[in-house]
Nanobody
């Protein structure tokens, strides 16, 4: 059974950092394009970042460029999202997902994780 498990969410003050992790259970993440999406309160789910399984290239939505970094740890079958200089508008439930092609679109997701809450507040 394919399963994605997120961890690392929590409450952090503005300007702080968190590292989210997405671990694969039952399959190897190494062979998949892996993305992070988020859903803020009252808003639609949006794509945040992805890492390409073919060449390791990465993509970030404009609002997180320079602050977030996506990376793989194939030895631990895990993809991380390092989030620095967090802002209140980053508050959301963050979801890990596999993509059929390396494009950030909900319609191209093949598997979803259950989500982890990130709250940025003083």
């Amino acid at each position: 059974q394919v399963q994605l498990v997120e961890s690392g969410g929590g409450l952090v003050q503005p300007g702080g950092s968190l590292r989210l992790s997405c671990t694969g259970a039952g399959f190897s993440l190494e062979h998949y394009h892996i993305a992070w999406f988020r859903r803020a309160p009252g808003k639609e789910r949006e794509g945040v970042s992805y890492i390409n399984s073919d060449d390791g290239t990465t993509y970030y939505t404009d609002s997180v460029k320079g602050r977030f970094t996506i990376s793989r740890d194939n030895g631990k079958n895990t993809v991380h999202l390092q989030m620095n200089n967090l802002k209140p508008q980053d508050t959301a439930v963050y979801y890990c997902a596999t993509l059929s092609v390396p494009i950030l679109a909900n319609s191209l997701v093949t598997y979803w994780g259950q989500g982890t809450q990130v709250t940025v507040s003083s």
